[in-house]
């Protein structure tokens, strides 16, 4: 029988908030009451110092490390199922898929830990944290919960409900001193996970909803939500919030909610049976905003909502994201969706369908589509690098009328070179991890294959136009293999923060509260620093 894995994420080490009230993705019974309530949070000492930032701007990466953490240690995660750790092709492609995601930022990972920190009266005070090392790596790991089933499944339930359901889930949580939601906000401009703690109303149909917000360090921010207009507001760039000209607003559509219970029943999306994804979940990240997919229930793209009822969705990941900055998509759809990209530029789409991994690395084409069924992934555009992975297995290749199919036990590569030539070859148990390479990349070959035959050791097939084969072994590791590929430039991660203030000018630099007493911060925003009742005291790994 096989077995699905649980995650263990958290930057402390322990799924505490297992047994914790954390909400509920049913919603909320609760009837607001215009009475102002706080969870006890306060951004300092609870949220971090140190301001959101981009990957390009930590020397850390998401690792084999980190997916044992999250998965545990088993073949389907690592090669053979012992330490140090060689990442399976599928769980290398998670970590590549989360690496890519994080470009822009962390919003998530901040949100999520300083909440389980906060629930869990972890030790010392999140504020007297620094971004290094395993702080770090675990702002990354709670990032990537966002790309589970089981998240994916609540926040979209939690996006369908209306801004008095959302607060009144807010206001039923915060009463029992819990924070039990993160929240996503969102804009033509990209996605942001806050975390709120706190309800102010300003009148009968206006209420405050009290954030720590990663941007923002120690700083008293908030949504504004007029329940009466059915809209929101907030400040996401804007250094006063409370005069924002380039604030975001939106519907209860532009809204979400996650319950951190959810995040605590996650699966491995790659492990087993595959019964962590019943969803093909992709990210996209583009130059340009002018891709689309096409699904047999229509044409989905940046801004253009899904049709109801139609299980598929595209959100901005939640990695906040700028108007002048490249923003990364997720796209969700059902498993049994056969999906057609146009790809007009500049771009890399990573992720999971129920049974393989997959990848699409282009340049940019309006001429070719790639298309993506559950086992299968197949391009006519021969610039188009495909990668699928499936278990131990992993191919990728470019050509004319390119495809990569498994079947369970091998995955089969099919294309037709520049000069006209068939290629056939199956990827099985004894080459394991091979590229097939075409074009300009065959180095003046027709085409090259390139195997996988050891640790930095590659044997290199070179084809030429008559069918002379030469072969030597060189030194390196497939991308297929790895756990971070780098992007393009023209989606690079930025070392800064588009549309922002320097990072280390945003950062807090007060002192830190006591716990236990009132917080304060850099404007003078108080609150009770009182943890819950009944919350384990946790301590941060060495």
Same mark, same amino acid.
């Given at each position: ?235 996401? #760039? ?5 005069? =924002?000209?380039?604030?975001? *607003?939106? +519907?209860?559509? !532009?809204?979400?909610? %996650? &319950? ?93 369908? #129920? ?5 699409? =690395?282009?340049?940019?084409? *309006?001429? +070719?589509?790639? !298309?993506?069924?559950? %086992? &299968? ?115 690079? &991660? ?49």
């Amino acid at each position: 029988m096989k077995t699905t894995y649980r995650i263990g994420v958290f930057a402390i080490g322990a799924l505490l908030m297992a047994s914790c009230g954390g909400g509920s993705s049913s919603g909320s019974s609760a009837k607001l009451t215009n009475t102002d309530v706080s969870a006890g949070l306060n951004v300092n000492p609870h949220g971090f110092a140190f301001a959101n930032f981009t990957a390009a701007s930590s020397p850390e990466e998401f690792n084999a490390d980190d997916v044992v953490k999250m998965f545990g240690l088993s073949k389907d995660v690592c090669v053979g199922g012992t330490t140090p750790c060689t990442l399976t092709p599928e769980a290398a492609a998670f970590a590549r898929m989360v690496n890519e995601s994080r470009a822009s930022g962390h919003c998530e990972g901040f949100a999520v830990t300083a909440e389980e920190r906060f629930s869990a009266a972890a030790e010392p005070s999140t504020v007297t944290l620094k971004n290094e090392g395993q702080i770090t790596h675990g702002l990354m790991r709670t990032f990537a919960t966002q790309f589970l089933k089981e998240v994916v499944a609540d926040t979209e339930q939690w996006a369908g409900k209306s801004l008095k359901e959302k607060v009144a889930a807010l206001q039923e949580s915060f009463a029992k001193k819990e924070v039990g939601y993160s929240l996503g906000v969102y804009s033509s401009h990209g996605g942001h996970a806050i975390l709120p703690y706190a309800l102010e109303w300003v009148n009968k149909d206006v209420v405050k909803i009290k954030i720590y917000d990663s941007n923002w360090p120690g700083k008293d921010r908030y949504v504004t939500v007029d329940l009466k207009a059915d809209k929101w507001t907030f400040a996401y #760039s804007g250094q006063d919030p409370a005069n =924002d000209p380039e604030a975001w *607003t939106g +519907g209860a559509a !532009d809204m979400d909610m %996650t &319950s951190m219970a959810a995040r605590t029943t996650g699966t491995c999306p790659f492990c087993s049976d595959k019964s962590g994804v019943e969803k093909t979940i992709l990210v996209v990240r583009s130059a340009d905003d002018n891709w689309s997919v096409k699904t047999k229930n229509g044409v989905l793209s940046p801004g253009k909502n899904a049709p109801k009822g139609s299980g598929m969705s595209v959100r901005p990941a939640r990695s906040a994201a700028s108007g002048s900055g490249v923003t990364s998509y997720m796209v969700t759809v059902p498993s049994t969706e056969k999906l057609s990209f146009t790809l007009p530029s500049t771009t890399r789409v990573t992720g999971f369908t #129920s049974t393989a991994a997959v990848q699409i =690395d282009t340049d940019g084409s *309006t001429d +070719g589509t790639v !298309d993506i069924t559950d %086992t &299968s992934i197949s391009s006519s555009d021969p610039n188009a690098v495909l990668t699928l992975a499936d278990g131990n297995l992993v191919a990728s290749s470019n050509g004319v009328d390119n495809s990569i199919t498994t079947n369970g036990d091998a995955l089969a590569v099919e294309l037709t070179t520049d000069s006209g030539k068939a290629v056939s070859l199956d990827v099985n148990s004894e080459t394991p991890a091979v590229e097939v390479r075409t074009g300009e990349s065959a180095g003046g070959s027709d085409y090259q294959v390139l195997a996988q035959t050891g640790d930095n050791t590659i044997e290199q097939k070179s084809v030429d136009a008559s069918g002379k084969e030469t072969t030597k072994t060189i030194e390196g590791q497939l991308d297929n293999t790895t756990s971070n590929q780098a992007l393009p430039d023209a989606i690079g &991660s930025p070392k800064e923060k588009p549309g922002f203030i320097p990072a280390a000018e945003r950062a807090f630099t007060g002192a830190p509260a006591a716990e236990g007493s009132a917080g304060t911060s850099t404007n003078g925003a108080t609150g009770s620093a009182v943890a819950p009742a009944l919350r384990p005291t946790a301590t941060v790994p060495k």
